[in-house]
Antibody, heavy 120, light 108 residues
Framework: VQMVESGGALVEPGGSLRLSCAASGFTFVDAWMSWVRQSPGKGLEWVGRMKSKRSGGTIEYAAPVKGRFTISRDDSKNTLYLQMNSLKTEDTAIYYC????????????WGQGGLVTVSA | EIVLTQSPGTLSLSPGERATLSCRASQSVTSNNLAWYQQKPGQAPRLLINGAFTRARGIPDRFSGRGSGTDFTLTISRLESEDFAVYYCQQYGDSPLTFGQGTKVEFK
């Protein structure tokens, strides 16, 4: 199992960025996926979750990002995305792509993380 | 939102000692859907325990979880050098999914 995040960068407040997560080693089309972030020196915060399309493709977001962030997936490319708009300094964090191996929403598998820095 | 409070913030112990970490929820965790993770510097977290007491694949049996309702505990029976890290609890019984703030287990 491997998940590799890419797209992390330095962006100004109010800007946009898209993270990608390339997955391998499991059946991505059936996978429930989440994004989790960790601010520098801080704890962990769930960002949002997307079910597999077979399970309805339902997406849920944490309150701090709802309306600004969008999770999507391309099952033909085994890739999960996180589109981040109207970025704030408090969005600065390492963003981890995670796979829920079962329908239970603990985080079985994690990518290595991608760093997003929001600063002027 | 279920708030998870972990204690202590830091635990200073020596190899071979027993570590007991606490996670208290602001309300009952549905179906005891509580997990524990270990995180080392510069690494992603690693799942240790799910369902309050079920060890994840490959996790040594010196790690054990117990508890129900609002009070949960992670115990490391005999600390080994690789166990010094930060530990987080997480509830997945209700949305939003939430984490505790972490307990750091450090060398005494």
């Amino acid at each position: 199992v491997q998940m590799v995040e890419s797209g992390g960068a330095l962006v100004e407040p109010g800007g946009s960025l898209r993270l990608s997560c390339a997955a391998s080693g499991f059946t991505f089309v059936d996978a429930w996926m989440s994004w989790v972030r960790q601010s520098p020196g801080k704890g962990l915060e769930w960002v949002g979750r997307m079910k597999s399309k077979r399970s309805g493709g339902t997406i849920e977001y944490a309150a701090p990002v709802k309306g600004r962030f969008t999770i999507s997936r391309d099952d033909s490319k085994n890739t999960l995305y996180l589109q981040m708009n109207s970025l704030k300094t408090e969005d600065t964090a390492i963003y981890y792509c995670t796979w829920h191996e079962t329908v239970n929403l603990y985080f079985d598998h994690w990518g290595q993380g991608g760093l997003v820095t929001v600063s002027a | 939102e279920i708030v998870l409070t972990q204690s202590p913030g830091t635990l200073s112990l020596s190899p071979g000692e027993r570590a007991t970490l606490s996670c208290r929820a602001s309300q009952s965790v549905t179906s005891n859907n509580l997990a524990w993770y270990q995180q080392k510097p510069g690494q992603a977290p690693r799942l240790l325990i799910n369902g309050a007491f079920t060890r994840a694949r490959g996790i040594p049996d010196r790690f054990s979880g117990r508890g129900s309702g609002t009070d949960f505990t992670l115990t490391i029976s005999r600390l080994e050098s690789e166990d010094f890290a930060v530990y987080y609890c997480q509830q997945y019984g209700d949305s939003p999914l939430t984490f505790g703030q972490g307990t750091k287990v450090e060398f005494k």
